[in-house]
């Protein structure tokens, strides 16, 4: 790789990609142990390979205070989500080390403050609601009262789940470049790809160089397709119907929050650190049951100057395969009637994939189904 290569692609967010990576301090043996949730672990790792540049830590009160009411960290620069770590109280110390479930050290923090926040007013300006059964807020909730901040040197990286699409952003830079991409699209999903899905990314891969399929494989809700089935999906359907040379599938480390619109900014921003110049968002991005409108995560990007995010977001309808246009179309493209559309709800897919029957070919791949089908009967 080299460097005037990777230079076609967009810049990371603020300018360079952080690598908080580094090896670990002589004695850990005098330093009070922190130990993260699994979504504070997949944040640590994320700031770990620069995927949350320019953030080189979890973030001091005055970062946090103008990312929740204002969607910019303290320097103006865009950021849509907090990224803090919750304590009980004050450490003692300069550093703290930093502990996943296991109890085993991964990283250090240089303390840079400790502050009260107010977790309601966190949940209405982040999540639109202070409901107590949204799963982001539900877990706000349950978290410690104060946040500790402070710059994080990560030297035991999380064990990915799937190591083989296992990369970082500065090796999915090196691997568009090597492609000879300029334009990449990202596709987030935590969902299986069916025909819809696959519609929209081979719209958007018509227009740039290359398609990014960027799974999320952190904490989902338990009640989400699991991840292992979900890469096999992507396997099949990459092997079978996507030119190997324009498409790449990787797995996006990030825990859900689903906060919905602001994630959908979030998202954007980590993408565009991982080298896409666009991102594709659908309706209801990152929401959950009925919290936020069906446009509401495409709307958002209008708070932001085209200049402010740089990464471009292409919003995409619901789509359907018409009998009558004989091809994929969604409302933008297709002037026919629900009559003339297949389309199956989500609870009807389940139903039929739970009794081993697959869904019609113009709704999913039946390469696809398969492996859905042999998951429920697992
Ligand atoms: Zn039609």
Not at 234 to 260: E, H, T
């Amino acid at each position: 790789m080299s460097a005037v290569a990777t230079d076609r692609l967009i810049r990371p967010h603020g300018g360079s990609l952080v690598d908080r990576t580094g090896a670990a301090p002589d004695d850990l043996s005098g330093l009070e142990v922190v130990t993260l949730t699994s979504r504070e672990l997949s944040d640590l790792d994320m700031l770990a390979s620069g995927a949350l540049s320019p953030l080189e830590g979890f973030m001091a009160a005055d970062d946090y205070e103008s990312v929740v009411e204002d969607m910019r960290l303290s320097s103006g620069l865009a950021w849509a989500l907090p990224v803090c770590l919750a304590v009980d109280a004050a450490p003692q110390g300069d550093r703290v080390a930093l502990a996943d479930g296991s109890g085993r050290t991964v990283a250090v923090l240089e303390v840079e403050g400790v502050f009260d926040y107010d977790k309601e007013r966190e949940a209405e300006r982040c999540f639109r609601t202070t409901d107590a059964q949204h799963p982001g807020v539900e877990r706000l909730y349950a978290q410690k009262g104060r946040y500790l901040a402070g710059r994080v040197t990560v030297f035991e990286r999380a064990q990915p789940p799937f190591p083989e699409l296992a990369l970082d952003p500065a090796d999915t830079r090196a691997a568009f470049s090597d492609r000879g991409w300029k334009r990449v699209v990202g596709f987030q999903t935590r969902n299986p790809i069916h025909r819809a899905h696959e519609y929209l990314t081979k719209t958007a891969l018509e227009t740039v160089d290359g398609l990014l399929i960027h799974p999320l494989v952190g904490d989902t809700k338990s009640d989400d397709v699991p991840a292992v089935t979900r890469v096999e999906c992507y396997r099949v359907l990459v092997d079978g119907y996507y030119p190997a040379d324009r498409v790449l599938v990787s797995a996006f480390p990030a825990a859900m929050r689903y906060a919905g619109p602001r994630e959908a900014i979030w998202h954007a921003i980590c993408r565009k650190n991982y080298g896409c110049s666009h991102f594709i968002v659908g309706r209801d991005h990152a929401g959950v049951g009925s919290y936020y409108g069906t446009y509401d995560a495409q709307l958002i990007f209008d708070e932001f100057e085209p200049h402010e995010l740089d990464i471009e977001p292409m919003f995409f309808e619901h789509s359907f395969w018409c009998r009558v246009c004989g091809s994929m179309a969604s409302a933008k493209t297709c002037p026919h009637g629900g009559d003339d559309h297949v389309f199956l709800s989500g609870t009807k897919v389940r139903e039929m994939l739970g009794r081993g029957e697959l869904p019609p070919v113009e709704f999913s791949r039946p390469e696809v189904a398969q492996v859905l089908i042999e998951a429920y009967r697992a």
